[in-house]
């Protein structure tokens, strides 16, 4: 099995999905321990003296001005975990928990937070066991970070509240933790605090999106280039040229990926030859470069912000190398609450397009030949007709999701907490996004597909028919009277989920962007 190497300067987007998604194995590095070691003894000596410090002995929030004495401090730690358990709704996903979990020991192994190398070796431990929290959907504000999500997870660390086994099976933690022959931690001093305060479960879930969203960019990018071959489109546009005089990056990289998937098409500007030949494509056609391409330059700037946020220590307070340990507003979600909002604008816009490219395939007054819906004998089939009342349903619910959850804020804590980020909300309602853009694309897909075999006489590009092949071969049927339609569309969604798609196109083309 994969092991991922904790060490005290971060991680990297593709430790948090091996460890995530693939069960990689997780162990502390040498350098870790003694850094957690050396961070300890410095709270143990604050703790000692008389002198309140925040986190380490007074309470928590608008709490702080409580001085704690020292024989009610570890009943201080239990206690805001367990008061912070508090989520409420249906459970998160376990990929979402393990990357929470795994990015919580990243921080806690930076060495700035004060906890013993015991508490890091035991959440090490339970990602191991393959022990897996129960955390609810509602909870988080973003500030002070993920703040009920981290404590369900540090409550199973104890040996409390319930969990999810190996077997899938969820039970109380202490019993799995027993199984597994882990013994559950007895907080001291800043150590609860440490396992709640950050922006763990959004910076996961904001990596996990940006790897999904980079394989349905490029999904998007066969599937307008198979819809411009149905409507005997012109690849004219796709020139390097046109996209070197507009430098944007991602610009370039989609219509780079069009194009390659284009070539050798017959019926590419075949429009010519029409009695009314075009002067131009529709936009839904002609500028699926620029809108793609800008969601493509978003998530490089989202990857930018989650790669510092994957190299940070996000806790408070912190222990300094200097041996000061001070207060601070790292944890707040701001600055990936905003990426996660700005990647659920542009997944809807993507969206947006390859249903109008869709619904132009289907309109026989603008299909330039095509059958009606795509039907076999329109007027006693349907054809794709629903398909796309499904696709448009889809789309009005991204661009429901689109709207800034990073532009709430609700005060708490008794007003300390007075601005927060509502990243986590942000974060959960991108993955409903990517859901909902993955459904899109398979139905473009579907509809693409049925109409460059309707075009009798014509033949495709390679890469096209190479598509074309692969996703009947997985099930998903070609031209024909109507049928039970929702199996189909089904087999197409997986198609595209899993990057089938991009390997059957990728083993013409080569790698595409």
């Given at each position: 099995?994969?092991?991922?190497?904790?060490?005290?300067?971060?991680?990297?987007?593709?430790?948090v999905i091996a460890v995530a998604r693939g069960n990689a194995r997780v162990e502390l590095s040498g350098e870790a321990l003694e850094a957690l070691a050396r961070s300890r003894e410095i709270v143990d000596a604050l703790a000692a003296k008389p002198e309140p410090v925040y986190g380490v002995s007074t309470g928590f929030g608008a709490l702080a001005s409580r001085h704690i004495s020292p024989e009610l401090r570890a009943q201080l730690q239990r206690n805001?975990?367990?008061?912070?358990a508090a989520g409420m709704g249906p459970r998160v996903e376990r990929e979402v928990v393990r990357a929470l979990m795994f990015l919580r020991l990243k921080t806690v192994?930076?060495?700035h937070t004060g906890v013993r190398p015991s508490v890091a070796q035991t959440m090490a431990d339970v990602l191991n066991a393959g022990i897996t929290p129960v955390v609810h959907e509602y909870g988080s504000l973003g500030c002070s970070g993920d703040l009920a999500p981290l404590s369900h997870c540090a409550l199973a660390l104890m040996g409390e509240g319930d969990a999810e086994g190996p077997d899938g099976v969820v039970r109380p933690a202490g019993e799995l933790l027993a199984e597994a022959g882990i013994e559950p931690v007895e907080l001291r001093e800043k150590e609860g605090l440490a396992l709640l305060n950050g922006t763990d479960g959004m910076l996961g879930m904001l990596v996990m999106a940006l790897a999904d969203l980079g394989k349905l960019y490029t999904s998007a990018d066969i599937t307008a280039a198979l819809t411009l071959e149905a409507l005997l489109g012109t690849e004219k546009v796709l020139a390097p040229e046109l996209h070197a005089i507009r430098p944007h990056p991602g610009q370039g990289a989609s219509a780079a990926n069009m194009a390659a998937v284009l070539k050798g098409s017959g019926l590419v500007r075949h429009y010519q030859e029409e009695t009314a030949p075009r002067v131009q494509d529709a936009y839904s056609v002609r500028c699926a470069p620029q809108v793609a391409g800008a969601g493509r330059d978003t998530m490089a700037h989202a990857a930018l912000v989650a790669s510092r946020e994957l190299a940070s220590a996000v806790d408070n307070p912190v222990v300094l190398p200097d041996?000061?340990?001070e207060s601070n507003g790292n944890f707040h979600g701001a600055p990936v609450a905003y990426v996660l909002d700005f990647l659920a604008i542009a997944a809807a816009d993507l969206g947006s397009i390859a249903e109008r490219r869709t619904d132009r395939l289907l309109d026989k007054n603008r299909s330039h030949g095509l059958p009606p819906f795509l039907a076999d004998d329109a007027g006693v089939d349907s054809g794709l007709m629903i398909a796309q009342y499904t696709q448009a349903a889809l789309v009005s619910e991204m661009k429901?999701?689109?709207?800034?959850?990073?532009a709430d804020s609700i005060p708490s804590s008794a007003m300390q907490e007075d601005h927060v980020s509502m990243g986590w909300s942000a974060a959960r309602k991108l993955r409903t996004a990517v859901d909902n853009l993955t459904r899109i694309i398979a139905i473009e897909l579907y509809a693409?597909?049925?109409?460059i075999e309707l075009r009798h006489g014509l033949t495709a590009a390679p890469a096209s028919l190479a598509a074309i092949e692969a996703v009947r071969a997985a099930g998903v049927q070609g031209p024909g009277p109507d049928r039970f339609l929702a199996p189909d569309l089904a087999a197409a969604d997986a198609f595209?989920?899993?990057g089938a798609l991009v390997a059957a196109v990728?083993?013409?083309?080569?790698?595409?962007a």
């Open positions: 099995m994969h092991t991922v190497v904790v060490g005290t300067s971060g991680t990297t987007a593709e430790d805001i975990v367990r008061s912070h192994a930076s060495g041996g000061r340990v429901r999701l689109a709207v800034p959850a990073s693409a597909t049925r109409a595209v989920r899993t990728e083993s013409v083309t080569g790698p595409l």
